[in-house]
């Protein structure tokens, strides 16, 4: 079965400091990855997908960049962080190969910019 | 771009029915997702629609009309577990010509006893 991991879970960090969260898939090849934000009493706002290694698309300009290094890693960083960078992190992967593209999250990260 | 709207919360007794609308506007619809998630965790997957009609699973149902832009997710004999956000997502095409959901900020279900 297929499992998706994130780490940290939470994590508190100073205005002006960078930022490197990971998301690892287990259990399936080739996966769609995406990364998302959830601010308090807000929606899920997707930040960026990929579709294979090296792929990247941003849905929506900002400080943070996303790296997949290789097929089953998703990386979201950032130089700089703002306070309005605090919010939990959702890492999600869905099968191209099955017919709904489901999206499967992981357990997330809980960040706090001061 | 696409919009999707549904109600910011909702109160219900256990053991009845509540039902959870969601209306949407999209481009290149291509399915229609609804996640639960409780308070601090992920969403987990509830049930997906693509075609018009409704879907069973257990105590909760979902429906979808494509031409209407709605669709509902049916929670039967409610529990005071399913206290919980349900998030409607719509897939559609994105800007960079993917097929992409895009989530609603999702309804808040309070069961009391």
């Known amino acids: 079965s297929q499992t998706i991991h994130q780490w940290p879970a939470t994590l508190v960090q100073p205005v002006g400091s960078p930022l490197s969260l990971e998301c690892t898939v287990e259990g399936t090849s080739n996966p769609n990855l995406y990364w998302y934000r959830q601010a308090a009493g807000r929606g899920l706002q997707l930040l960026f997908y990929s579709v294979g290694i090296g792929q990247i698309s941003s849905e929506v300009p900002q400080n943070l960049s996303a790296s997949r290094p290789q097929d089953r890693q998703f990386i979201l960083s950032s130089k700089k962080l703002l306070l309005s960078d605090s919010g939990f992190y959702l890492c999600a992967w869905s099968d191209k190969r099955g017919g709904t593209d489901t999206q499967y999250f992981g357990p997330g990260t809980r960040l706090t910019v001061l | 771009g696409q919009n999707i709207d549904q109600p910011t919360e909702m109160t219900a007794t256990e053991g009845a029915i509540v039902q959870i609308n969601c209306t949407y506007q999209?481009?290149?619809?291509?399915?229609l997702f609804w996640y639960q998630q409780h308070a601090g965790e992920a969403p987990t997957f509830l049930s997906y629609?693509?075609?018009?009609g409704l879907e069973e699973k257990g105590r909760f149902s979902s429906f979808l009309s494509r031409s209407k832009g709605y669709s509902y997710l049916l929670l039967k004999e409610l529990q005071m577990k399913d206290s919980a956000s349900y998030l409607c997502?719509?897939?559609?095409?994105?800007?960079?010509?993917?097929?992409?959901?895009?989530f609603g900020r999702g309804t808040s279900l309070i069961v009391h006893p």
């Open positions: 999209t481009s290149g619809f291509n399915g």
């Open positions: 629609n693509v075609l018009d």
């Open positions: 997502a719509v897939r559609g095409r994105a800007s960079g010509g993917s097929y992409i959901p895009t």
